[in-house]
């Protein structure tokens, strides 16, 4: 493309002004928010303003509203809260202070409004969006402002992006802060349970959730909690009874600690509040256990925002932009929201108006109503917590005379998803030993594989396999692993026509930080990678805070894959994230290099290049150090750092267990079915394409894709699917490193409508 056509696509937002503030409660994430919000403007080229304390600063104005440039917004992404500050307004509810707000927009020239908030300032802002004319005509009739510059800001458009950590907003799969507030309960969870362990204590958690379980409810499934109590679906009459009977039923089988969950605003039948006081002197009265009340409050708050909420943030702070330039005057003010791995533009008071009718529901004792309106993942999480914290052994599935399991290769998260299928199906034969209810307990929690892992692949002992597949008459196989464990399905599925035993059903959860498995958006693993890769990369920066002009080149493991450096890169702020998918030359090595001495002359004197460790046969790790070290002497120096398997290490994230135990409800259920249908004459015989599969998130669903139709889109030798939607975030981080690209390779999310029965997607948690 011409510079000519680049810098007038590049310059697509000259003349506009866009404001930015956060309102209301803070959320990990904001900053990431503000910095993408900012950093798009201006590279749109727009002028970008900041308005500092919310509300308060719009009406104030003065000092509050500063124009941003591109160095105002750097090395805050890893911040958590706010660093522009927010605050509860008063003065914006009445039309005097939105008078005064119109008042100083107007001055500065400003006609685009970025809020980042609840519901609440989201429902604010259009407020002074529908008021906006009346507001402009009362200020030319005072003579605060002219005629003239009343008809050039005639128009206000209003983006909201939704902060909150409760994730109480329908619309949207997920609101930022959400995630990383989760990471800070799995944390306490983690600290809590070991000394529980010790004790043989009870704990009662109190999370927030005034209005929302959502978090109550994730973190009880996620750490396998032996009562949870949340707004939407309060207990049963009885429910005294029934979780002391359940507590002592769980003690009695040899478990050293229980977990109860309750969210600040857990109510019973009749509408009185459940406290987490009144749960532990319960206990302690009708049980006589040991229990201690732990009380989360803010924390949640705090911290470092998670990788999935800096990523989320930043691609809705770009889109934000997107939406308020392609604004006409006929577009409804909008809410950015996240539908599947996309971005999407939802009509403001309608997601507003469906958050309502979830909070009439409750008010009204309509509670299944209201669980609906939540939401598909919030339903489907409430349906899974239900079924493995209440559902008794084998009472669910027939008694399928064996099913086996096994892992490949190691990841970070395993355990959530076997820890999923002998709770559903009590006669798991794992090398090869019947597996029940209580043998899984704690293994939520813990990182890698309990049962063990190898690489080999079927057709090296297919013969073995065969003879253990009839001695032990195993008739389903659930195989939990990476790249290879898809192979090896794969090979035993095509060896059926030779070897009649191996007409079982067979399934493949995705377990693997390289994320390149077919047939999935997400493996399990690749979330708690791209978390530990990403607190690494922070730190690294966090070290050279005190030294000028050093640029740290950072190797990620993946294989071929570049998911851990594109997605790291973005959650970090690197300077660019070298990919195989993305093939680069020496020609753009040269650009990098040209770029990150430019950046040297600013007040950010140091820089962050990430590498997947095979993106290029030639352009190694050690061959980046020396041509960044030689290109850059006298300027900048170089530093390498090789992750390696930290990346496999460590406890798994709240996403990742969330996940882990949703597919592995869902995999035992769809095998159920399958046996089901191929169960024939008192045997299984399963010799159809869609009695293997590989179960994942494809786009907003979690699908069986059968690995034969998969290996038509597999990259066998470079073991990569042949099509990768992550690929779309390379754009986000080339801009938001100030890299000159084409806004016409930008695809914008499409504005869509919202019904009563708006669906969250399986991943969300």
Known sequence: MAAAELERLRMAGAGMAIAVLTSGGDAQGMNAAVRAVTRMGIYVGAKVFLIYEGYEGLVEGGDNIKQANWLSVSNIIQLGGTVIGSAR?????????????????????????????????????????????????????????????AKKNCRLNIVGLVGSIDNDFCGTDMTIGTDSALHRIMEVIDAITTTAQSHQRTFVLEVMGRHCGYLALVSGLASGADWLFIPESPPEDGWEDLMCERLGETRSRGSRLNIIIIAEGAIDRSGKPISSNYVKDLVVQRLGFDTRVTVLGHVQRGGTPSAFDRVLSSKMGMEAVMALLEATPDTPACVVSLSGNQSVRLPLMECVQVTKDVQKAMDEKRFEEAIQLRGRSFENNWNIYKLLAHQKPGTLFPPWEHTGMCCSHPCPL???????WPRDSCRSCPQVREVGWHDVAGWLGRGGSMLGTKRTLPKTCMEKIVENVRKFNIQGLLVIGGFEAYEGVLQLVEARGQYEELCIVMCVIPATISNNVPGTDFSLGSDTAVNAAMESCDRIKQSASGTKRRVFIVET?????????????????????????????????????????????????????????????????????????????????????????????GAPTPFDR????????????????????????????????????????????VAFSPVTELKKVTDFEHRLPQEQWWLNLRLMLKMLANYQISLTEYISGQMEHVTRRTLSIEKGF
């Not at 395993?414 to 999923?420: L, M, T, V």
């Not at 869902?666 to 399963?686: C, D, N």
């Open 89 to 149: 307004c008063k003065a914006f509810t009445t039309r005097a202070g939105r008078l005064r707000a119109a008042r100083n927009l107007v001055e500065h020239g400003i006609t685009n409004l970025c809020v980042i908030g609840g519901d609440g300032s989201l429902t604010g802002a259009d407020i002074f969006r529908s008021e906006w004319a009346g507001l402009l005509e009362e200020l030319v009739r005072e003579g605060q402002i002219s005629e003239e510059v």
């Open 658 to 701: 969330n996940y882990g135990t949703k597919l592995g409800v869902k995999a035992v259920l769809w095998m159920s079915e399958k046996l089901q249908q191929v169960y024939t004459k008192g045997r299984v015989f399963a010799n159809s394409g869609d009695t293997a599969c590989v179960i994942g998130l494809r786009k907003k669903v």
């Open 414 to 420: 395993r355990a959530p998803s076997a820890w999923a």
């Open 557 to 649: 493991m993946g294989g071929y894959c570049g998911y851990l450096s594109t997605v790291t890169g973005i959650a970090v702020g690197a300077d660019a994230a070298y990919v195989y998918e993305d093939p680069f030359t020496i020609h753009d090595l040269k650009a990098n290099v040209e770029h990150l001495t430019d950046k040297m002359k600013t007040d950010i004197q140091r820089g962050l290049v990430l590498r997947n460790e095979k993106c290029h046969e030639h352009y190694t790790t050690e061959f980046l150090y020396n041509l960044y070290s030689s290109e850059g002497k006298g300027i900048f120096d170089c530093r390498i750092n090789v992750l390696g398997h930290l990346q496999q290490g």
